[in-house]
């Protein structure tokens, strides 16, 4: 009952509900009534495997709709479209997700109706993902959950305790009443705290262009910055993400300018500052670059060769020494003597606070998922423990809220 009341922005919800072959599957039950209870529609797709968890009955019973399992009905020839299925609803549930799901979402196999269902989906999917903890564990299935936390599929995360298997550990799906207060969440409509505001944030790495074919750049993923971009538009806060060169999607509700040289990021940069509430400063910047890049191929010969480069312009420099009120984050990345190095790099491009990863903490730094960093300024040093980017994100924008 309690749950119900929490659950108020549901009313009128159209979810689709999607159930794989898992043990859990008999918690779908409870998760359709909830969702029934706090006056969502529901539609049931089911794979044919989840069908021996659960009763096609129970679920049309529940949910006050056929089940779908099929493409087609095989007795009139009907067809269950996944696209206006992917059209009707507002949030697609897969709960249970198992492991074998998941793997094909990631790999946009399409051979059921609910994977079909998931790759014509317009609106927010989650999962609640639950199997056995060694399959949970294991690299390829936390990879794939990676990828598609990467494509903005809101994850539920599995509860730790006694599994069907009689292990104990990490992978039973969460309890029916946290999956649905998560769908809830999506829809709630409260005040962003960073509505109104409007930041800068650069990421990636810079490409410096030597010849047509050979350039010079560094390591960085761009993860950290499009971590941080994304938490500041899910504030509210509308987002200039400024992106060198990654393999990464723009994270939803980011405009995303694409340059490659450190002097376009600058330009690019600058622009977007000037009527921007701040910036984040999270590219890797080559701090030099040919002198000239030749137009054509340079062909090898027996000399060494010499390529003599200039100074890049500093981005954020540039825009600590036209601050104003604006808030400016940097980011330093050390070998050696961090702390007197990003102590010195706060005073001198005028950042607000720095964010110091030392290449030395295993898990921090270039590529990884994780990072182990510590906020820096002017009245101390915060070390947080090793994390996910998308945490160090968190943390990152709590101490920009509070320093606005
Ligand atoms: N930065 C920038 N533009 C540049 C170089 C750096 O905006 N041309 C920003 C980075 O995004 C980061 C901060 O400045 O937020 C520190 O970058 P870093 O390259 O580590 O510092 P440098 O000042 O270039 O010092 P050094 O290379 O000597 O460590």
């Not at 936390?149 to 006694?162: K, L, N, Q, T």
């Not at 800068?200 to 262009?209: D, H, L, Q, R």
Request: charged share 25%; hydrophobic share 40%; proline share 3%.
């Amino acid at each position: 009952m309690e749950q119900t009341n929490a659950c108020n922005n549901l009313k009128g919800r159209h979810i689709l509900l999607g159930i794989t072959g898992s043990i859990a599957a008999y918690k779908a039950a409870m998760v359709c009534r909830l969702l029934k209870t706090a006056g969502a529609e529901v539609q049931v797709v089911m794979t044919a495997l989840a069908k021996e968890f659960i009763t096609p009955l129970t679920m049309a019973t529940l949910s006050k709709n056929p089940i779908l399992v099929e493409f087609f009905d095989p007795e009139n020839g009907q067809w269950n479209s996944h696209v206006k299925l992917g059209e009707w609803a507002d949030c697609f549930l897969i709960a249970p997700a198992t492991a074998n799901t998941m793997a094909k979402m990631v790999g946009g196999i399409a051979d059921n109706l609910l994977l079909t269902s998931y790759l014509s989906a317009r609106c927010p999917v989650v999962v609640a993902p639950a199997m056995d903890l060694d399959m949970y564990a294991h690299p390829a299935t936390q990879q794939n959950l990676r990828i598609l936390a990467d494509r903005h599929v809101g994850i539920v995360e599995p509860g730790d305790g006694e599994l069907a298997s009689g292990l104990v550990g990490k992978g039973r799906m969460a309890e029916p009443d946290e999956i649905v207060a998560f769908v809830n969440e999506l829809f709630s409509e409260k005040k962003k705290s960073l509505e109104g505001k409007h930041f800068v944030v650069t990421a990636g790495a810079t490409i410096e262009s030597i010849d047509p074919v050979r350039f010079i750049s560094n390591h960085s993923s761009g993860k950290m910055g499009y971590a941080i971009s994304e938490e500041l538009a899910r504030r509210g806060a509308r987002v200039t993400l400024v992106s060198g060169r990654t393999a990464l999607d723009c994270p939803p509700g980011v405009d995303r300018v694409d340059v490659l040289s450190a002097d376009e990021m600058y330009e690019a940069t600058v622009e977007a500052y000037g009527r921007s509430d701040g910036g984040v400063m999270c590219a890797a910047v080559a701090d030099y670059t040919p002198l000239e890049a030749a137009d054509h191929k340079l062909k090898k010969s027996d000399d060494d060769l010499v390529i003599r480069l200039r100074r890049t312009r500093d981005i954020a420099a540039r825009l600590g020494a036209e601050k104003g009120s604006r808030l400016l984050v940097g980011f330093a990345l050390e070998t050696d003597h961090e702390e007197v190095n990003a102590e010195s790099k706060l005073h001198k491009k005028h950042f607000d606070f720095i964010v110091l990863n030392s290449l030395r903490d295993a898990g921090a730094g270039f590529r990884g998922d994780t990072n182990k960093v510590a906020l820096i300024d002017d009245h101390g040093r915060e070390d947080l423990p090793l994390m996910s980017k998308r945490d160090v994100a968190v943390h990152i924008v709590d101490k920009m809220e509070s320093l606005l």
